[in-house]
T-cell receptor, first 110, second 115 residues
Framework: QKEVEQNSGPLSVPEGAIASLNCTYSDRGSQSFFWYRQYSGKSPELIMFIYSNGDKEDGRFTAQLNKASQYVSLLIRDSQPSDSATYLCAVGGGSEKLVFGKGTKLTVNP | DAGVIQSPRHEVTEMGQEVTLRCKPISGHNSLFWYRQTMMRGLELLIYFNNNVPIDDSGMPEDRFSAKMPNASFSTLKIQPSEPRDSAVYFC?????????????FGPGTRLLVL
């Protein structure tokens, strides 16, 4: 069973701080990695994807991938109250489908 | 462009009744996915189609669940008979690539409550 693990949180950070969200995966052959944001009562919304080792930046968001350690993270700089949501990590591996983690709930306090 | 469209948005039914959920994927997308989300189990893939063909239905819980995609712009997920444990949010998603592990775009979901 391919697994994607996330700390369920809640993770609480003050406004303006850096929020760090982490995800580990079990399938060493995984090739595609995604971060989705899900507001309460809404559907998952794609934030970023990453395929190669290293960092990928998009505005206040940075995805980091380390395939050797089977670890992917999402950093949110200058966190805003509007970033408060559940963040889902999804991994695409040899099973030809995305496996989602259960998500980390982030709260940004004004 | 319109996103993924799902109907109904909410459904309340009684145990034993048939439930049909509908999905219209983003035009031009080649893959369609049905997910179920609960607090306990998170987001689970039920089935996905590439070019209207079912590729992986290993997540379909049991024979009470069935899914069809008669054409590129329409899919249904049917539960017959429904049970209280089927209560969940059901999401449909589509992807531009004919792959199960590329970027997916989610519809608004159908909140199902089986009494």
């Amino acid at each position: 069973q391919k697994e994607v693990e996330q700390n369920s949180g809640p993770l609480s950070v003050p406004e303006g701080a850096i929020a760090s969200l982490n995800c580990t995966y079990s399938d060493r052959g995984s090739q595609s990695f995604f971060w989705y944001r899900q507001y309460s009562g809404k559907s998952p919304e794609l934030i970023m994807f990453i395929y190669s080792n290293g960092d990928k930046e998009d505005g206040r968001f940075t995805a980091q991938l380390n395939k050797a350690s089977q670890y992917v993270s999402l950093l949110i700089r200058d966190s805003q109250p509007s970033d408060s949501a559940t963040y889902l990590c999804a991994v695409g591996g040899g099973s030809e489908k995305l496996v989602f983690g259960k998500g980390t709930k982030l709260t940004v306090n004004p | 462009d319109a996103g993924v469209i799902q109907s109904p948005r909410h459904e309340v039914t009684e145990m034993g009744q048939e439930v049909t959920l509908r999905c219209k994927p983003i035009s031009g997308h080649n893959s369609l996915f049905w997910y179920r989300q609960t607090m306990m189990r998170g987001l689970e893939l039920l089935i996905y189609f590439n070019n209207n063909v079912p590729i992986d239905d290993s997540g379909m819980p049991e024979d009470r669940f069935s899914a069809k995609m008669p054409n590129a712009s329409f899919s249904t997920l049917k539960i017959q008979p429904s049970e209280p444990r089927d209560s969940a949010v059901y999401f449909c998603a589509s992807s531009p690539r004919a792959s199960g592990k590329e970027t997916q775009y989610f519809g608004p979901g159908t909140r199902l409550l089986v009494l």
